[in-house]
């Protein structure tokens, strides 16, 4: 069974600080995936990796950076957490297929 | 610029009617299609797809049909069960990309 595994259900952070983020999928995959869900806007790619140290922007990338050091790991980094980042944080996985396996998500709040 | 559209925010039917969720696509070089239903608190799961060489798939209560001269496909469930309230997320790909495009998502609520 497809199995992906984030750090932290929930996570509360201030303003500020640096925030990491990390996601475990063990089916070997080589391409991984950082999404935010928020009210409205759907699921908004932050980034993305197709390999061991390679990653790509999405479309909001913005005040984020990602590290991909082992394939089976993918880590979204806050270097400074903000209100406005305050969201679900979602990470997903994929194989050979184009369906993305997702796993159960982290709510993160910044105060 | 959306290229992957769901008109409707919600969608309301009573146990054991069909529900149709929508989904438009402004995207000519997306050939693969899948929808995605998501609990709260959850992540998404992956419910069905479909490939641009077929206009019809079907996997228990759930077809998925496209329509690729209107760029639109729609999600059937029959019947409609309240499990299976949630919100459903329409989304594309196409190419050599590794991405998916999301819509915005559908809440269901089937109510007994």
């Known amino acids: 069974d497809v199995k992906v595994t984030q750090s932290s259900r929930y996570l509360v952070k201030r303003t500020g600080e640096k925030v990491f983020l990390e996601c475990v999928q063990d089916?070997?995959?080589?391409?991984m995936f950082w999404y935010r869900q928020d009210p409205g806007l759907g699921l908004r790619l932050i980034y993305f990796?197709?390999?061991?140290?390679?990653?790509e922007k999405g479309d909001i990338p913005e005040g984020y950076s990602v590290s991909r050091e082992k394939k089976e790991r993918f880590s979204l980094i806050l270097e400074s957490a903000s209100t406005n980042q305050t969201s679900m944080y979602l990470c997903?996985?994929?194989?050979?297929?184009?369906?993305?396996?997702f796993g159960p998500g982290t709510r993160l709040t910044v105060t | 610029d959306q290229q992957v559209k769901q008109n409707s925010p919600s969608l309301s039917v009573q146990e054991g009617r069909i529900s149709i969720l929508n989904c438009d696509y402004t995207?000519?070089?997306?050939?693969?299609f899948l929808w995605y239903k998501k609990y709260p608190a959850e992540g998404p799961t992956f419910l069905i797809s479909?490939?641009?060489?077929?206009d019809k798939n079907e996997d228990g209560r759930f077809t998925v049909f496209l329509n690729k001269s209107a760029k639109h496909l729609s999600l059937h469930i029959v019947p409609s069960q309240p499990g299976d309230s949630a919100v459903y997320f329409c989304?594309?790909?196409?190419?050599?990309?590794?991405?998916?495009?999301f819509g915005k998502g559908t809440l269901l609520t089937v109510n007994p």
């Open positions: 997903a996985s994929r194989g050979r297929g184009a369906e993305q396996y």
């Open positions: 089916m070997d995959h080589e391409n």
């Open positions: 990796s197709y390999d061991v140290k390679m990653k």
């Open positions: 995207n000519s070089m997306f050939d693969y």
């Open positions: 479909i490939s641009s060489i077929k």
């Open positions: 989304a594309a790909s196409g190419g050599s990309n590794y991405k998916l495009t």
